[in-house]
């Protein structure tokens, strides 16, 4: 299987892939198999914390059941850092040419960032047929991405940003959508307050959206 495929087979085998911030890396287990547990074993974990790269760790060692991938790569080295890491995927919020040039090499998959005509042209170009729609509700929401699907038939995309509970199932109607990504299933206060309990629901409720 090539590493795209394999990215393909992870986005379409669940609705929503929780976004994680982590602050403390010893959160990081507990929480990816309460998701695990919900029905959502892929996670993208966030280098958006100083802890991000231990709690990939800690999850790609502690954690068979779940599928680490790291989200906000913005440089080869992040890409780097993370693949180091043992995260199994690798989610940009944009593209740049070194990013492309060093997924290129790696055997671990990248799913690149579009908004814009140009960027998803740009991310063929490459070879991609699965980009990140960010952020999704203020980039023009799901009425944008329904525009997109006419001239780019053969692109779907995975939006995050401003996705919830309440409208994951707008996304999740359109024909270019292969799943959505959020933070809702994850709330700090419940990861704080290790509602471990209560974040299998919130998973097990948005394992349940489908494709529709
Ligand atoms: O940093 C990145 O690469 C991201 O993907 C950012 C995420 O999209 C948002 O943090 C999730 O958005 P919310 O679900 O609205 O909280």
């Given at each position: ?46 280098l958006?914390?100083?802890?991000a790269l231990d709690?990939i760790r800690?999850?790609a060692a ?8 790291a989200?906000?790569i913005?440089?080869p080295k992040h890409f780097e850092q993370a693949v180091e890491a043992g995260a199994t995927?690798i ?11 060093l997924?290129?090499?790696s055997p671990v ?104």
């Amino acid at each position: 299987m090539t590493s795209s495929e394999r990215l393909r087979q992870i986005l379409e085998a669940q609705p929503v892939i929780p976004v994680l911030r982590i602050e403390r890396a010893e959160y990081a287990v507990p929480l990816a198999r309460a998701l695990a547990r919900g029905g959502l074993p892929a996670v993208e974990i966030t280098l958006r914390t100083p802890q991000a790269l231990d709690a990939i760790r800690h999850v790609a060692a502690d954690v068979p059941e779940a599928v680490v991938g790291a989200g906000t790569i913005l440089n080869p080295k992040h890409f780097e850092q993370a693949v180091e890491a043992g995260a199994t995927f690798i989610v940009s919020p944009g593209q740049t040419p070194t990013l492309f040039d060093l997924a290129t090499q790696s055997p671990v998959p990248l799913l690149p960032g579009a908004t814009t005509a140009s960027e998803v042209m740009s991310a063929a170009e490459r070879g991609y047929d699965i980009l990140k729609f960010f952020p999704a509700e203020q980039a023009g929401g799901a009425a944008f991405l329904k525009a997109l699907a006419s001239p780019f038939a053969g692109i779907r995309f995975c939006p995050t940003g401003g996705i919830s509970a309440a409208n994951a199932s707008t996304y999740l109607g359109l024909p270019n959508v292969v799943c959505v990504g959020g933070s809702w299933v994850a709330p700090d206060a419940l990861v704080e307050a290790g509602a471990w309990d209560q974040i299998t629901a919130l998973a097990a409720e948005a394992a349940k959206l489908r494709k529709h």
